[in-house]
């Protein structure tokens, strides 16, 4: 007669919760299934479907029907399956899914060492009698249980406790398949490395999907690529082979062979041989921390940059100074003696190799803190100069420069910046033209007088009529044609890839904010050359002591001259004395001030320094003018007016005083600011 299920009801092992259904049926010899829905209170919303079969048992060398009634008796479904006793059926027990072995003793002693190595299930152990030697040496060998044949009520309790841990171990990994984070169990296995007992969803996703996951037994799911630290892959391993737990960062790859970053640790379990694996994709985090890096890496060289500045323009102030007290003493010389004197020409060498030294200072201080793009006279010949240091460190080396400066070429008012932009755009287009077979380089500064006829000639821009610098740059490269020709002030347009594209467009739109004009001659197979027009800036007539136009009763007028170089103090007095100015001189602020409080009534001018020791130009002139503020004041710098008054804003100064400068400029300035005055 077929046996029937009882009536339904819960089970013992079930989770605790409102029972929808539950419906049994028998099929097979042993075999028995039974299908649960159980729902959780609504406001969990959670559902689990148990589907059969239940529990799936191993009997070796145990009565299947004796294991099959105990479990009918304790409302147990399960799924029995029998592996015959012999040598040969060890190599099948890792091969087979089950929930629990149950073994008789005999074969549990010669089968022990397998068992605990091959199958990671609990195993019960049925003995004919069991006595404290018997149990005790079963739970020594890492059986569950031991169990007599008349137990069958405590070998129905440990199936039942079974099936709780199941039941805890499917809501554990069903919890577990929700975390971020990749989660694995492994087993060592002496000889074939390590086993992996369980992965969840992440790590399975990781990895590249369930097919990936499975392809090997490796533990940490550590797949090498490119960029894999193989030598911390093997420190790792070796930590773990003596047992002990690992924490590190690596590089891995999912199963598309995408690289990403993971934090893993490894620790091992109370149960020896077994490891528990957790890791975590932390790429976000390393580009975050890159990221980080990178910026610090930044502000690190903004401020050596800053630091540079700081010396540079040190360093320039101090040149100024030394220039200053060359150009005066240079003038005064030149002055004392008679204009056919034959040092005459070594004084204007001095003169002329000062100014091109103050031309190269000046980049220094645009350097340490440029200013807002002011006009002043630039000398082509001196930026050419300069220009070519930069140049031919971008250049390659099958190039060869060469220059034909004209020395009498007027100077043109500018923005020294924008001036060395046009050089050096064409210059580097010059040399992209000549990039692959090498060739020649030639720069042409000259002069040239337009006249109306003339201007109109001029294919891009239009010069006006009158004396213009002239700046002309040829190569030997492969030419164009006249279509391209055309092009080639357009942005973004180059005849070569790779190239920059932008730069000739810049030179022309430079060029006709100046109204100037360009020329371009090219031929397929002749190279090609540039010509730029500068309009020349308009004269300024040197004057000596001898043609400068004395004060009225100089000799009731006094100066205040206010730097700390002693050599500047010498020269402002050597120049002013003899017009009949009196000059007081003082090396710092502080000092200035005190003059200035004692003689204020007699001081018409104040001329001084913008950087020096104790107390700097700006903040003298302050308390300067807190005293009385009638009194003009002068401030003498290595900036051009429109940096020192970004500079030195809030201040009151009626002028600026440009380092170098020569004493006609010095007694020019005096007057001016004493005329403006009205003194």
Same mark, same amino acid.
């Given at each position: ?23 049994? @049926? ?8 039974? !299908? ?6 609504? #406001? ?5 479907? +148990? /589907?059969?079969?239940?529990?799936? =048992? ?27 006793? @012999? ?15 149950? *073994? ?20 019960? +152990?049925? /003995? ?24 069958? /009520? ?14 805890? $171990? ?16 492994? %087993? ?10 369980? %992965? ?29 630290? %193989?030598?911390?892959?093997?420190? *790792? ?38 490891? =528990? ?13 890159? #990221? ?44 004392? !003696? ?42 082509? #010949? ?23 400066? %004209? ?11 924008? *001036? ?8 580097? #287009? ?64 180059? @005849? ?10 810049? +030179? ?102 913008? $950087? ?16 009385? /503020? ?50």
């Amino acid at each position: 007669m077929p046996w029937r299920a009882p009536p339904a009801r819960p089970c013992r092992w079930v989770i605790p919760g409102p029972l929808v259904r539950v419906s049994c @049926s028998v099929s097979g010899r042993y075999n028995t299934g039974r !299908l649960l829905d159980v729902v959780q209170p609504e #406001n969990r919303v959670f559902r689990m479907s +148990v /589907a059969t079969p239940i529990l799936s =048992v191993l009997c070796l060398d145990v009565d299947p029907a004796w294991v099959a009634k105990i479990c009918r008796d304790e409302e147990i479904s399960l799924d029995i399956q029998e592996l015959p006793w @012999s040598p040969a059926a060890r190599a099948r027990l890792q091969d087979l899914t089950l929930d629990v072995i149950v *073994i008789s003793e005999s074969v549990f002693r010669i089968w022990q060492d397998t068992v605990q190595d091959v199958v990671v299930r609990p195993v019960i +152990v049925v /003995a004919q009698e069991v006595d404290d030697s018997v149990a005790t040496a079963g739970l020594r060998w890492g059986a569950l249980d031991v169990v007599s044949r008349r137990q069958g /009520a405590r070998l129905g309790a440990r199936l039942h406790g079974v099936l709780r841990g199941r039941a805890g $171990s499917e809501l554990l990994s069903e919890a577990l398949s929700y975390l971020d984070e990749s989660l694995l169990i492994a %087993r060592n296995r002496s000889t074939d490395g390590y086993e992996v007992i369980y %992965r969840n969803s992440a790590c399975i996703s990781r990895m590249g999907g369930p097919d990936h996951a499975q392809e090997d037994h490796q533990l940490l799911c550590l797949a090498p690529g490119p960029r894999t630290d %193989r030598r911390k892959l093997d420190e *790792i391993r070796q930590d773990m082979r003596a047992g002990q737990p690992v924490r590190a960062e690596l590089v891995d790859y999912r199963g598309d062979a995408e690289m990403f970053w993971t934090e893993f640790s490894a620790a091992p379990l109370t149960t020896p041989g077994y490891w =528990v694996v957790v890791s975590r994709d932390v790429t976000r985090r390393r580009e975050a921390e890159e #990221n980080a890096q990178r910026l610090r890496e930044l502000v690190i060289r903004s401020q050596k940059h800053e630091n540079t500045a700081v010396l540079a323009a040190g360093i320039a102030h101090d040149f100024n100074n030394i220039l200053t007290g060359i150009v005066g003493s240079a003038e005064l010389a030149r002055m004392a !003696l008679a204009p056919e004197h034959s040092v005459q020409k070594d004084i204007e060498t001095i003169i002329q190799a000062s100014e091109r030294a103050a031309e190269l200072n000046r980049e220094l201080l645009d350097f340490a803190g440029p200013g807002k793009g002011s006009l002043e006279s630039v000398y082509l #010949n001196s930026m050419v100069t300069t220009m070519l240091v930069i140049l031919r460190s971008q250049m390659q080396k099958s190039i060869v420069v060469r220059k034909a400066l %004209r020395p009498d070429i007027p100077p043109i008012e500018a923005d020294p910046a924008e *001036i060395q932009q046009v050089m050096l755009n064409l210059c580097l #287009n010059a040399s992209e033209a000549m990039a692959e077979s090498g060739g020649t380089l030639s720069i042409t500064t000259d002069r040239m007088e337009i006249a109306d006829d003339v201007a109109d000639m001029f294919a891009y821009g239009r010069p006006q009529p009158g004396l213009h610098a002239v700046f002309e740059v040829s190569d030997t490269g492969c030419g164009m044609e006249p279509a391209l020709v055309r092009r080639i002030f357009e942005p973004f347009f180059s @005849s070569k890839e790779g190239a920059r594209g932008i730069g000739l467009s810049v +030179v022309l739109s430079i060029v006709k904010a100046y109204r100037g004009g360009i020329d371009v001659d090219t031929a397929p197979g002749h190279g090609t050359t540039v010509r730029i027009l500068l309009p020349a800036a308009p004269e300024r007539e040197r004057r000596g002591v001898e043609e400068v136009r004395r004060p009225r009763d100089a000799r009731h007028h006094t100066v205040l001259f206010v730097d700390d170089e002693e050599m500047l103090r010498s020269l402002a007095q050597r120049a002013l004395e003899p017009l009949g100015y009196r000059v007081l001189v003082a090396p710092d602020g502080v000092e200035g001030v005190r003059i200035f409080r004692e003689h204020m009534a007699e001081i018409d001018l104040v001329i001084l320094d913008l $950087s020096m020791p104790r107390k700097g130009g700006e903040d003298a002139c302050k308390e300067m003018q807190a005293i009385n /503020a009638r009194i003009p004041v002068l401030l003498c710098c290595g900036y051009d007016e429109a940096s020192a008054q970004e500079k030195t804003r809030g201040s009151r100064f009626a002028g600026y005083l440009a380092k170098p400068f020569g004493v006609s400029t010095l007694i020019e300035a005096v007057q001016a600011t004493m005329d403006k005055a009205g003194s």
